[in-house]
């Protein structure tokens, strides 16, 4: 346990003396030989640091009380010191920086310290007072600067220093160099790439402020290293660690900057294919570059192109992309879906596109994004293993559940008709889409093994409402140091959910809220045309209860169909209208 | 002996006393009296470093004004060995 704080007033009042003293002293140093400027420019540094550094501290100190020797209080001196204004704060810390980057000694230990002390310093500097001492420093000054850091961060490494001290410096250098970014992202991207064998702790500092890094620095970063990486089959376990911790920043980041990164021929090559990465780490970029970034109406162009390289490379891909492949397919199954029902036209050669329409420019264009054979291909590569399976699963669940709500949403709005099978055809054909992409899993999934994990995925999918579950999870991640974790987040809740499945209940358990729909969809008919319920045999179901159940049916109107508030309400609706015998009737013959 | 020898050893002279009295300033004790005993804080822990940083500076600052100095007084002599 390290030494209390604390002080001797008196000792402190002695060293006061003393440092005044010195100072007067070195004021008096002086020559007129130019060979003596270097030692003078030595003692004016010395002089100026006692008088910027020292006696401020031991001025505050003496004004403080918390800290007489023996008192045990907590707190520091430093913090009770009143700050200085924010300019002199520059000026200090860019001044100290000089000095104490010059200074460096390689061999004290207890220098390097001080030196994350002083960076510490420069990290409570606002963005656009380290963005000016970027400039104030130099070419020189700021490359001793980034090996100060690189030393320090070597030194914890090796045990010599703290290792509670690391954060302090990756915050600092972290904060400079985002700074920097805003306004020449390509300078610190190249700075960053070119050092990145060299000192890959700057690589860290990065991703420890990567949420206040543009993506236009993130993204040629990650690929440049990434880059590094695919041209040395040997490289450093260092790096490809930290080209993970840069991944997950991305996938952190905006979807945008997933896609803007895996629109790179190579880099894409590389995450796709390179089982060096980190497997869920990749999951996360794979899902956000070309699921939700398609989400984005100006991207989804992009994102197909994207997707139709994934599909051709389909029995390359490593289990990360798998996994990042089949969470982004909730996006593309609406996009594609009415095309399903071709896909045994001529034998599979028929190309399957996805067809983009660009609102802002009047255009219609089709992306191909392979043979349907191709697709099926693809299909059967992912449901290869039980993590892609399951993230195939939900996403079918989530797009059924959405199509149901779709459906029961186009009933109350057009009113309905006094026909039962035409509000129940309405709703099949919601759900004929849907069907065709669980068709066409099960086809291409029956030539690899059985589909138990997708069909407990699509049940938690639907029951759960888990549409953007890589949303969620990005959401739930705040910070950078962690990112990693994104993807890992996300398919832990598909498995548990899964698993939380009794083994009993049948897998066509996601039916349940299609379920819940096709009775709305029943119910609307009575509850709108009086003259149905005498048809349907419904004229002793009294008064109170069909007022209630237009209420309830008001409410529902009102309600986002996409939302959790939605499924919710139309379950409980159904439920209200079960308990009357003659309602439970109709819905038993008349539902699904 | 030469005017410009002369000079030279002056120079020489003056450097070593400026070495000197950069290496007896009371900046080069201050460490005695800035240790744990006195004060125990972050803060102090830096001030340490960066006077220790200090120190050596001046140090190095006063051994290359004797190097000069050395220099200067070898210039010297060449300068007299040639007349």
Redesign the interface.
Known sequence: MSDPLGYDPDRVQMLHRHTVEAVGHLATVRSADPDAAAALRAVRLVRHELERVWLPAITALMACTALTMGFSGAGEALAAAPRPPSTDRIDRSSYALHDAVGLLDPDAPEAWAAHVALLREIAALPYVSLARLWDDLGDDARARLLFVHGTALRAIESGQLDDGLRDDANAAIGRFLAARARHHPTEVAQLLVASAVANPWLLDALVAQARHTPSDVLVPTTAGVIGLIAADRHAPEALVDRADALLGAIAAATPRASLDLLRDDDVRRSVLTDGRFDTETVAAVVARGIGEAADIPLRLEQAAHVLADVIERAGDLTAGARLGAASSMVTWWPVIDVLLSFRHDDGGRTLLTAVVFDDRLDRETSVPLGTFAAFDRYLAELVRDDAAQAALGASVGAYTSQQVRLGADRLIDVAGRADVEWNRETMATALADPHDVVATVREAGARAHDLEAFERARAVGAITDAVGWATMAAGFVPGGHVVGRVASIGTRVLREGAARLPAGRPVSGHETGMSSAMALAVLLVPLRDRRARRRLGLDDVPDELWHDLQRRTGELADLDPLSPEHATARNALVRTASRDQALADLLRRGGP | MSTDAHHLRD?AR??RA??T??ER???MS?DR??G???????????????????????H???D??RW?AHR?ELEAASVEAVR
């Not at chain 2, 972050?42 to 960066?50: E, G, N, Q």
Request: aromatic fraction near 2%.
């Open positions: 120079r003056a450097l400026l070495a009295e950069i300033t009371p900046a201050l009296h800035a744990p005993d006195t004060w125990r804080t972050p803060r102090a822990d830096l001030c340490r470093a960066v006077l220790r940083t200090g120190q050596h500076q001046l190095r600052a006063a290359e004004l000069v200067l």
